[in-house]
C-alpha cells in the first residue's frame, strides 16, 4: 500500500518532533512500501521548523510552506502537492495517535473516498475535550449535517481522517480554517463520495498552551459553511417576501412604498453583483472589500433586533409604518444572506489552484 501521512502544523514545537517519529515507526509497523510523511505549517513563529530540521535529509519526510493561513489551507495545499493516492491526516499536537491508521486499512482497500476516525465511535479519554464541544458544539454540528445532507457521520470536526486524492480534486473546496472539516463532509455527501467511519481514540493533547480552536468563532464559520450550502434557507426566505408583498398590496399608500423598496432592492443588487465579481474574477474591488471587512451579520442582527422593538412599541393605529419596518428587516436580511453566502462559498482563500504559486 502506498500513502501520504500529511500534518497540519502551526507553532507546535513541543509534539511535531514526536509526531513525525511515531508517523515514521507506523509506516514501518504496517510495512508500507511507498509513503511520505508531509508537514504541512503556514507560518509557525516558534521552533517548530527547527525541531524539524533533524528529518530534513530523510528522504520519507518533507516540509510544505504553504502561503495561505490556516488549517484547511494547510490541508489543501497538503492534499494536492502529495505524492500518493491516499492521505491520513491528523493534528501535530499527539491528541491523535497516528498507530491508529491500521484501523483505516480495510476502508482503504474498499477504495471510500473519504474515511472518518470517529471519536464519539470510540473512545473520548477524560480532559481531552473542552465539555462545550464534546456536549454541544460538535454535536449540534454534526446532527446538522446528517440531518441536511443525509451522511451518516458522527464526528463531523475530527481531525484524524483518509481522504482519495482523486474524490478530492473533484471538489472545490473553498474555506481555508477550521472549518474546512465540515466542508469536506458536507460536499463528499453533495458529490455522493464513498464514505465510511472508523471509531478512534482521543487523548489529551501533550502541546500543553491553548488550542488554535476558538470556539465560538470557529462554531459559527462551521455553522454557516453547512446551512449556507442547502438553498431551503432561501426559500424560506423567499416565501416570507411573497406573503409580505400580498399583504401590502390592500393598503392605499402602496405606490410610495414600492418606490422604497425598488430602490432598495436595486442598490442592494448592485452590492451583490460587486460581490460576485470578485467571486468571478478573484479580484476584490473596492466595494467588495469593504463589505468583507465589515461584521455584516452582527450588524444585521442589532438592526433586526432593533426593528423587532420597534414593531412591539408602536401602537396598532401605525400598520403601514410597522409594514414598512417588516419590509426593511427582510430586504435586509435576505440581502445579507447573499452576500454571505457568497462570502462563504464564492469568494475564496483557496482560490489559487496551482499549488506552486501557494505554497
Ligand atoms: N498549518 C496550520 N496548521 C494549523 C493551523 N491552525 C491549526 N493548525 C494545526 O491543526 C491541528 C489542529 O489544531 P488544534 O489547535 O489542535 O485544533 P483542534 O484539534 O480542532 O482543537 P483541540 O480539540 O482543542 O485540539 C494542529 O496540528 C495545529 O497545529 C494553521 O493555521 N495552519
Ligand atoms: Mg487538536
Given at each position: 500500500m502506498t500513502l501520504t501521512i500529511l500534518i497540519p502544523c502551526l507553532n507546535e514545537e513541543k509534539t511535531i518532533a514526536r509526531c513525525v517519529q511515531v508517523a515514521q515507526a507506523t509506516a514501518k509497523k504496517l510495512k508500507l512500501t511507498h509513503y511520505e510523511i508531509l508537514v504541512a505549517d503556514n507560518g509557525?513563529?516558534?521552533?517548530t521548523i527547527q525541531r524539524l530540521q533533524r528529518f530534513k535529509?530523510?528522504?520519507n519526510v518533507r516540509i510544505m510552506h504553504v502561503r495561505t493561513k490556516g488549517y484547511g489551507a494547510a490541508l489543501h495545499y497538503g492534499i494536492l502537492s502529495a505524492k500518493y493516492s491516499y492521505i491520513f491526516f491528523a493534528d501535530?499536537?499527539?491528541?491523535?495517535?497516528?498507530?491508529?491508521l491500521v484501523l483505516f486499512l480495510p476502508a482503504i482497500q474498499q477504495k471510500n473516498d473519504l474515511i472518518l476516525g470517529s471519536r464519539f465511535l470510540g473512545k473520548i479519554e477524560p480532559h481531552s475535550m473542552p465539555f462545550l464541544h464534546q456536549y454541544f458544539g460538535t454535536p449540534l454540528l454534526t446532527f446538522l449535517i446528517r440531518m441536511i445532507y443525509?451522511?451518516?457521520?458522527?464526528?463531523?470536526?475530527?481531525?484524524m481522517r483518509v481522504v482519495k486524492k482523486s474524490f478530492y480534486k473533484k471538489i472545490l473546496m473553498k474555506n481555508n480554517g477550521m472549518e474546512w472539516a465540515s466542508e469536506l463532509l458536507v460536499k463528499t455527501a453533495l458529490l455522493g463520495g464513498k464514505y465510511s467511519e472508523v471509531p478512534i481514540t482521543f487523548r489529551k493533547d501533550q502541546r500543553g498552551k491553548h488550542s488554535h480552536l476558538k470556539s465560538w468563532r470557529d462554531g459559527w464559520r462551521h455553522l454557516k459553511v453547512i446551512v449556507l450550502l442547502k438553498p431551503f434557507s432561501f426559500v424560506i426566505a423567499a416565501l416570507l417576501s411573497i406573503v409580505f408583498a400580498a399583504l401590502s398590496i390592500?393598503?392605499?399608500q402602496v405606490t410610495a412604498l414600492s418606490w422604497v423598496l425598488l430602490s432598495e432592492f436595486f442598490s442592494f443588487s448592485f452590492l451583490i453583483l460587486k460581490e460576485l465579481e470578485e467571486a468571478m474574477t478573484n479580484r476584490p474591488n473596492r466595494i467588495s472589500h469593504f463589505l468583507n471587512g465589515i461584521p455584516l451579520v452582527v450588524i444585521g442582527i442589532i438592526f433586526t433586533t432593533f426593528a423587532i422593538a420597534q414593531l412591539l412599541v408602536l401602537?396598532?393605529?401605525?400598520s403601514m409604518i410597522k409594514i414598512f419596518v417588516i419590509a426593511q428587516v427582510l430586504f435586509f436580511d435576505i440581502w445579507l444572506f447573499f452576500i454571505e453566502t457568497i462570502k462563504t462559498h464564492?469568494?475564496?482563500?483557496?482560490?489559487?489552484?496551482?499549488i506552486h504559486a501557494a505554497v
Open positions: 509557525s513563529t516558534d521552533h535529509n530523510q528522504k501535530a499536537d499527539l491528541s491523535y495517535d497516528f498507530h491508529q443525509r451522511i451518516p457521520t458522527t464526528d463531523c470536526n475530527s481531525g390592500s393598503f392605499s401602537p396598532g393605529q401605525y464564492l469568494i475564496s482563500p483557496l482560490h489559487n489552484t496551482n
